[in-house]
């Protein structure tokens, strides 16, 4: 065989990830945009290296469309501008990294309380920062269990605390309840405490959520981090985090070689991403993003009651995307790309995902429940003959 053109290798892994983009219905990605307006800035050498709210020496940079960016979501948030500071993320887990980071530094001594619901990547995080943490257990529906939470508190009180709380769990889209925490806070008198959000998934969807669940800046959290890739779809992962600009005074210094401050984990920052999302939610606006959502939670209702046909016990949390059901064959998880955590399986309903697609996958769900149960009807055959022994 001969071997393949540049060409013609990009042509097929255009191909394969196309067909792939079509196929997931178990990952909470957004499939149906189109960024083609922004084609030409791959040919531009971008880069918002360090701080977006100070301007460095290279002006190459798309910092002050990030600051619209960084706007938009702190009004989304309920965060007066001047309150708040922020920067597009390389990802959710980036936004969680440097939330925890803050929370540090703020209390030294601090210990971080988060479900065992939390995304795999805060453990590494919490053993990166060095930070003393538990995991508290988590209700079926995965959300935190306040009780355990209340019990771990109180024979530590005078130790700073710093929650950690999913508004949506990666499995379930568990949201913990911040008034819960709250009351804990009040009734063990806590002086230092830190709150930090895990919105990865539903910053742009709860608070379209009725009744809207509390996980604002109004509401006392000291910041947040959500995924851009996620809800608003982007071929390059990014997100969001956001945080009360005395948490972020804490960190960072003015570095000469650059001329900006190095508040950000990483000193070179993507450029392109700010624009992504910059473009998508100009383009959606609000109307668009509560459309989605409302869409979304619409073919989850219709997932849930399609597989619960089947019987195989699909549930949801309140206005959740996410349909978890009993775990099908490897086969179908591979061909649907679901993810799967012990016995359980989930559908996200995310932008792009069609009905037909959830029909193709409770179709074949059936199948394979009828030939199991086909399976476990067929009996041992018994040769009557010898059941009628001849006596002499
Ligand atoms: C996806 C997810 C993350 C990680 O976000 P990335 O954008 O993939 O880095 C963190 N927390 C939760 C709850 C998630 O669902």
Redesign the pocket.
Known sequence: MSELTISERIKLEFERLTQKNQEYIGY?LTKNFDYQILAPFLNLQINNVGDPFTPSSLGIDTKNIEKEVIGFFSQLLNAPQKDVWGYVT?????G?LYGLYLAREAFPTGMVYYSES??Y??KKNLHLLNMQNIVIRAQENGEMDYHDLENSITSRRHQPAIFFL?I???MKEAIDNLANVKKIIIKLALKNYYIHC?A??LGLIAPFHNPKPLFDFKEGIDSI?I?G??FIGSPI?C?IVLCKNAHKDRVGSTISYVDTKDTTITGSRNGLTPLVLWYALKNLGIRGLKNNVIKCIELAKYTEERLNELGVNAWRNNNAITVVFDKPSIELCKKFQLATEESISHIICMPGVEKTQIDLFVDAYNIEIRQKNEQSLLMPEINEEILWPEYF
């Open positions: 909470p390389n990802g959710g887990s980036e969680n939390t995304h990547s805060v999913n949506g769990s990666t895990d990865a998934l981090s995924s890739h996620k992962p997100g």
